[in-house]
Nanobody, 123 residues
Framework: QVSVMESGGGSVQSGGTLTLSCEAT????????MAWFRQVPGKEREGVAG?????STRYADSVKGRFTVSRENANLYLRMNNLKPEDTATYYC???????????????????WGQGTQVTVSS
């Protein structure tokens, strides 16, 4: 049975910091790829940061230098520094199998998704 659960969202002021956590379980096996996506109403879901095989990482250009993704076994983390109002969104954790590093931030590469956690950044 697969379970993907996020936690850590909240409201902060511009320039603040938040850390999101995700636990993805699949029996005794882990997932090759895990990533964070975000979505605002009326827009497509976009990849934020992800990890493949606990080695390769990918970041969206808009968060490079501010966000750090890390993985420890079945847990995925996203530390978000210097948050901006445009980072406001619902953040989703995803887990799955992605054959190439180029697929890390592709929503179609993921079969399992969490329910999402809201991040709100005020100016």
């Amino acid at each position: 049975q697969v379970s993907v659960m996020e936690s850590g969202g909240g409201s902060v002021q511009s320039g603040g910091t938040l850390t999101l956590s995700c636990e993805a379980t699949k029996g005794i096996y882990g997932f090759e790829c895990m990533a964070w996506f975000r979505q605002v109403p009326g827009k497509e879901r976009e990849g934020v940061a992800g990890v493949r095989n606990s080695v390769s990482t990918r970041y969206a250009d808009s968060v490079k230098g501010r966000f750090t993704v890390s993985r420890e076994n079945a847990n995925l983390y996203l530390r978000m520094n210097n948050l901006k109002p445009e980072d406001t969104a619902t953040y989703y954790c995803a887990a799955g199998v992605c054959a190439y590093d180029q697929w890390i931030l592709a929503p179609g590469a993921y079969k399992y998704w969490g329910q999402g956690t809201q991040v709100t950044v005020s100016s």
